[in-house]
């Protein structure tokens, strides 16, 4: 069965700091990845997708995939108390499998 | 612009009563996806409809669920006969393609409590 896991956390990151969110899957076959932000009892937001091995960067937001450890990874830079949010990661071969997410608290 | 559109955005019902989930897409988007999302299972992937033609139902739970969209403006999912299990919130969600890299952008949702 095609998995997604993360660490459910809560993560808390002071105001300011790089929050690292970590993200595995099970699937070599998968050949984009995606991190969603969501707002409690909001909709899935689209972040950032990846599919090289190595960095992209996008503002304060930065993707790391490392498909020969099957991991791919979010830093959030100079973190907001905005940025509190679950992060879901997800990959996709011929569909998408999400993660069950990551719970981020930005500590003012 | 409008976005992903979803009725009811809340729906509380007895169980075996059937339900109706509604969702337009967004204009010009050709991709559909329903998901479900619950604190155990996190989100799943239910269908998804690419030019109206459902590609992939493997993650429908079971037959009391069905899925159909009948043009490209527009999609249901029924459950009948709902169970206190199907209690979640349904987010749909379209993209302009299937390809990896389309984002696909989500609906509100509905959050169905079956009692």
């Known amino acids: 069965q095609k998995e997604v896991e993360q660490n459910s956390g809560p993560l808390s990151v002071p105001e300011g700091a790089i929050a690292s969110l970590n993200c595995t899957y099970s699937d070599r076959g998968s050949q984009s990845f995606f991190w969603y932000r969501q707002y409690s009892g909001k909709s899935p937001e689209l972040i950032m997708f990846i599919y090289s091995n190595g960095d992209k960067e996008d503002g304060r937001f930065t993707a790391q995939l490392n498909k020969a450890s099957q991991y791919v990874s979010l830093l959030i830079r100079d973190s907001q108390p905005s940025d509190s949010a679950t992060y879901l990661c997800a990959a996709r071969d011929d569909k998408i499998i999400f993660g069950k997410g990551t719970r981020l608290h930005i500590l003012p | 612009d409008a976005g992903v559109i979803q009725s009811p955005r809340h729906e509380v019902t007895e169980m075996g009563q059937e339900v109706t989930l509604r969702c337009k897409p967004i204009?010009?988007?050709?991709?559909l996806f329903w998901y479900r999302q619950t604190m155990m299972r996190g989100l799943e992937l239910l269908i998804y409809?690419?030019?109206?033609?459902?590609?992939?139902d493997s993650g429908m739970p079971e037959d009391r669920f069905s899925a159909k969209m009948p043009n490209a403006s527009f999609s249901t999912l029924k459950i009948q006969p709902s169970e206190p299990r199907d209690s979640a919130v349904y987010f749909c969600?379209?993209?302009?393609?299937?390809?990896?890299?389309?984002?696909?952008?989500f609906g509100p949702g509905t959050r169905l409590t079956v009692l």
């Open positions: 204009s010009g988007h050709n991709s």
């Open positions: 409809f690419n030019n109206n033609v459902p590609i992939d």
């Open positions: 969600a379209s993209s302009s393609g299937t390809s990896g890299n389309n984002e696909q952008f």
